[in-house]
C-alpha cells in the first residue's frame, strides 16, 4: 500500500509540476514582454537622468554667467558712478575757474576805469586851473 501510496503521490505531483510547467509556458511570453518593457523603462529612466543631470550642469553654468554678467554691470555702474563724479567736479570747478576768472576780468575793467577817469579829471582839474590861473 505504501508503494501504491507512493505511486500515487509522485503521479499527483508529476501531474502538478506538468502543471506548473504548462502554465510557466504558456506565460512565458508575458514574461519576455514585461521583461522588455522593464528594460525598456530602465533605459528611459537612465535617459532621464541624464538629461535632468545636463540640464542641472547647464544651470549652474548660466547661473555662473549671470553672477559673472553682474560683476561685471556693478564694475560698469561703479565706473560710470565715478566718471559722473568726476565730470560734476570738473563742472564745479571750471565754474569756480570761470567765475573767478570773470572778477579778475571785472577787477582789471575797474581798475582800468578807474585810471581813465581819474586822468580825465586829472586832466579837467589841470585844465581848469591853467585856464583859471592865466586869466
Given at each position: ?7 500515487l503521490v ?18 512565458q511570453?508575458e ?19 541624464a ?15 549671470a553672477?559673472g ?20 567736479t570738473?563742472?564745479?570747478?571750471l ?11 571785472q ?9 581813465v ?12 586851473f591853467?585856464?583859471?590861473?592865466r586869466?
Amino acid at each position: 500500500m505504501e508503494a501504491a501510496g507512493m505511486e500515487l503521490v509522485s503521479k499527483e505531483l508529476q501531474d502538478r509540476l506538468n502543471a506548473v510547467e504548462a502554465q510557466i509556458k504558456s506565460m512565458q511570453g508575458e514574461l519576455l514582454l514585461s521583461g522588455k518593457e522593464a528594460l525598456s523603462y530602465a533605459e528611459r529612466f537612465k535617459l532621464l537622468e541624464a538629461t535632468d543631470q545636463r540640464h542641472e550642469d547647464e544651470l549652474r553654468a548660466l547661473k555662473d554667467g549671470a553672477r559673472g554678467m553682474q560683476r561685471q554691470f556693478e564694475q560698469v555702474m561703479g565706473k560710470i558712478d565715478a566718471l559722473e563724479n568726476k565730470l560734476f567736479t570738473w563742472m564745479q570747478q571750471l565754474n569756480k575757474d570761470s567765475s573767478k576768472e570773470r572778477q579778475s576780468t571785472q577787477k582789471e575793467w575797474m581798475r582800468f576805469l578807474q585810471i581813465v577817469l581819474g586822468g580825465t579829471i586829472f586832466i579837467i582839474v589841470a585844465y581848469v586851473f591853467s585856464t583859471a590861473y592865466r586869466n
